[in-house]
């Protein structure tokens, strides 16, 4: 109808065609949506399968399911989540174990939420792929001996935090691999810890878990996991993936500190708790871990004591939290239900957590589960 009144642009056409493939996609009307993926760019086709792709997946429609996951580009399909999910449709018709097997067991090899959750499966241990970093001593000479990087580093360690970073971006331009490598070990020695990991992703290497999830803080860590009766590991897995351990993060919605607290949030708890707190505390790696760790246990008594539904929460509030389990028409297994969480960031949140805890255990000698025993069986 408006094609004949207005002239669109074949740009304007193709964004149309994609939020109305969206929708369709949302309201669970695949056969509509899959009318309109031919006339979608690559990227938003994805984009929409993979919606409809979940939409199956929380009403366990397993052969509609399948037949959508035959339509992701294969680079998608081959992807460590939808092989798990692929997997997982061959357990509901494949008896002889000859289909999904070996999809487990080459997941299994791999850190990561999807090789944990494959580990579980196989009853198999979690693969940790922790190789330290092969460091070239010229290269570590020279940095050390780098009048720029002596400034960054006397910067930091003078709390001029604001200037040392942009210091950073101008000396850092045009490094190479082997230099981010070297510069993650010495800023980890420093303990900047955000600039280690930002280093090692710049260099796309991914194994030195030393670097990469570093035991910070673990004093007062281990002090209020004793407090809240809370597993240390989870309170590092939440430091790392809210802030990387920067002490001075702020969100765009105002969030601050270590485990990015809402000032409004933190000011309750610490009022439930009969802490003294005003708002700059949450620049204070401390008295953010204390606020933060008691938070932390307030959502895990409120979820029955289930860390999926307390993390998803903590991301994205409890009251959300409750609506999407009451939106859910019946109880899901914990693995789809973490996948069909509406929100993305959320989704990926619960799943970084969840696999940083086990990364954590590793990393402080205290090997723990993906999920509990209570977790696992527990439908939400």
Not at 68 to 81: G, I, K, Y
Not at 113 to 125: H, I, Q, R, T, V
Not at 204 to 223: C, G, K, M
Not at 242 to 265: C, F, H, N, V, Y
């Amino acid at each position: 109808k408006y094609q004949k009144i207005f002239s669109f642009t074949a740009k304007q056409q193709q964004e149309f065609n994609f939020l109305l493939a969206k929708r369709k996609a949302y309201d669970y009307e695949p056969l509509a949506a899959r009318n309109l993926l031919a006339s979608l760019s690559p990227e938003n086709q994805t984009t929409v399968i993979e919606i409809v792709l979940r939409k199956h997946l929380k009403k366990r429609q397993w052969q509609a399911f399948y037949n959508w996951l035959n339509l992701l580009p294969v680079a998608e399909r081959l992807s460590d989540r939808w092989q798990y999910w692929q997997a997982r449709y061959y357990q509901q018709s494949d008896e002889s174990n000859s289909l999904y097997l070996p999809i487990y067991q080459k997941l299994a090899l791999r850190r990561g939420y999807y090789g944990f959750l494959s580990a579980d499966f196989l009853e198999e241990p979690y693969s940790l792929e922790d190789t330290p970093s092969i460091i070239n001593k010229q290269t570590l000479v020279s940095l050390q001996q780098s009048k720029a990087i002596n400034r960054i580093k006397e910067l930091y360690l003078t709390n001029r935090i604001h200037t040392a970073r942009n210091e950073w971006i101008h000396t850092t331009k045009k490094f190479t691999k082997d230099q981010f490598l070297t510069l993650a070990q010495l800023t980890n020695q420093w303990g900047w810890h955000r600039k280690s990991i930002e280093a090692m992703a710049a260099a796309t290497s991914w194994d030195d878990l030393a670097i990469r999830f570093p035991v910070a803080h673990q004093s007062i860590i281990n002090e209020q996991a004793a407090v809240t009766s809370l597993p240390s590991n989870l309170i590092f897995a939440i430091a790392r993936q809210e802030s990387a351990w920067e002490k001075d993060a702020r969100s765009s919605a105002g969030a601050m500190g270590l485990m990015q607290i809402l000032p409004g949030t933190a000011k309750e708890t610490a009022k439930k708790a009969g802490i003294k707190y005003k708002k700059a505390d949450l620049l204070t790696p401390e008295k953010n871990i204390i606020i933060g760790s008691r938070y932390i246990s307030s959502l895990l008594k409120r979820f029955e004591n289930n860390r999926i539904t307390a993390i998803a929460a903590y991301n994205a509030g409890p009251s959300r939290v409750n609506r999407w389990l009451k939106e859910t028409e019946e109880n899901l297994p914990h693995d789809i239900w973490i996948e069909v969480i509406p929100f993305g960031e959320t989704r990926k949140y619960v799943q970084n957590v969840l696999s940083y805890s086990v990364v954590y255990g590793h990393q402080t000698g205290n090997a723990v589960p993906l999920l509990t025993e209570f977790e696992r069986k527990k439908p939400l």
